[in-house]
């Protein structure tokens, strides 16, 4: 029998993890199948049309439009240098010294002069792209032109919010525990280049303190999402995160507030310190769900898939770590003790599908099977 769909963030120690890396617009893929690559081996390459900057020819050497041929020294297509002589005038009579004369203020091409509008496109210097491996592993698939995909075995953890882009460094845990909160006085010059892993909660004087002395990460428990707005200067919204330029990449893997890390996720961790870490603060929680990730990858052959940790076809079932997203229960953990097959009635008066759930203290409680997201470890 089928099941309904529950949401899911995967934390294993055993994954077999695949990423495409792939140009904004077609260019140049310089690695081939089989090759292994780094985090910042430079998978493909290409150019993005530099910035259109608008000059009115006309107006600033006093022409009309139609006379733009006569004064134009460079023509569609011509490349340009800041300083050279765009477009000049004869001068009155001929003379020279009377003359008038446009600058380029970008170094560059012509893009296009109009004898109508009396209005030159000047096209800045293409702007080069570079794509980067991002984890270190093997290159499974090249698609010409495009990018690459990149296949790793590795330790998996998704996180539920994050901030700041790709980046990668050892992993450092800095606290006692996982219900331990993070603050600036447990981050030291030694976290350069580290990820920083925290407990129950990270505060913004750690963040910043974090990205001062250089480190590359942070994973945590929980955020309070007042110090986010009052750190980033702004409120996120509902767009995707990962464009921060904050210093450091923050992945948080419970919620908001003081969350106590899952105890799983933070033994997983805690085991591999000193390993590399590739994490991405990158989130997006609506169509098309992007979650944060750390990814912890491991020397094994790619082509080895016997007891591959696979999650597509799992459902919730008796045993199923979950953790709770609505109140009065937010962010508790526990695991599921029967799912009742008939509707029951909630306190608003609907009825809906429930289930059982232990939390990691003994207490049982009947909550929605829609207000738990399943924990796939």
């Known amino acids: 029998m089928g099941h309904a769909y529950t949401p899911g963030l995967k934390v294993t120690d055993k994954l077999l993890v695949t990423k495409n890396r792939i140009l904004p617009l077609k260019g140049n893929v310089i690695v081939k199948k089989g090759d292994k690559v780094s985090p910042d081996d ?25 006379d733009m041929d006569e004064v134009m020294l460079k023509k569609k297509g011509d490349s340009i240098e800041v300083g050279e002589i765009l477009a000049k005038t004869k001068g009155f009579l001929g003379l020279s010294f ?3 004369s446009e600058k380029s203020h970008v170094s560059g091409s012509v893009e296009s002069v109009s004898n109508i509008t009396g209005q030159v496109l000047l096209r800045g210097q293409p702007i080069p792209v570079e794509v980067k491996a991002y984890v270190t592993g093997e290159v499974t698939e090249v698609f010409e032109k495009e990018g690459v995909a990149i296949s790793t075995w590795s330790s998996f953890v998704q996180g539920i919010f994050g901030i700041g882009g790709e980046t990668h460094g050892e992993i450092k845990v800095v606290v006692e525990n996982n219900a331990s909160v993070l603050t600036d006085k447990e981050i030291s010059d030694d976290c350069k280049g580290k990820v920083i892993v925290g407990g129950s909660m990270v505060t913004a004087d750690a963040i910043k303190k974090a990205a001062k002395v250089g480190a590359a990460g942070i994973v945590v428990g929980g955020f309070d999402d007042k110090d986010l707005r009052d750190f980033l200067g702004y409120d996120i919204g509902v767009a995707i995160t990962g464009s921060e330029e904050i210093g450091v990449t923050l992945v948080v893997t419970e919620g908001f507030g003081q969350i106590n890390m899952a105890g799983t996720t933070f033994e997983l961790l805690k085991s591999k310190e000193g390993k590399l870490a590739c994490i991405n603060g990158a989130t997006q929680i609506r169509a098309g769900v992007i979650r944060p990730e750390v990814i912890i ?60 759930v232990e939390f990691d203290d003994g207490k049982k409680a009947i909550v929605p099977r829609a207000n738990v997201e399943m924990l796939e470890s």
Request: aromatic letters at 4%; charged letters at 25%.
């Open 42 to 66: 430079v998978v493909a390459q290409t150019h993005l049309p530099g910035k259109v900057d608008p000059v009115n020819i006309a107006n600033k050497l006093g022409i009309p439009p139609e």
């Open 98 to 100: 009377l003359s008038q």
């Open 297 to 356: 990858p491991f020397d094994r052959d790619i082509n080895d898939k016997d007891d591959v940790d696979d999650f597509r076809e799992m459902g919730l079932q008796t045993g199923s770590p979950v953790r709770v997203i609505r109140h009065p229960y937010f962010g508790m953990l526990g695991k599921v003790v029967s799912l009742p097959p008939e509707l029951a009635e909630l306190e608003s008066g609907s009825r809906a599908r429930v289930l059982e």
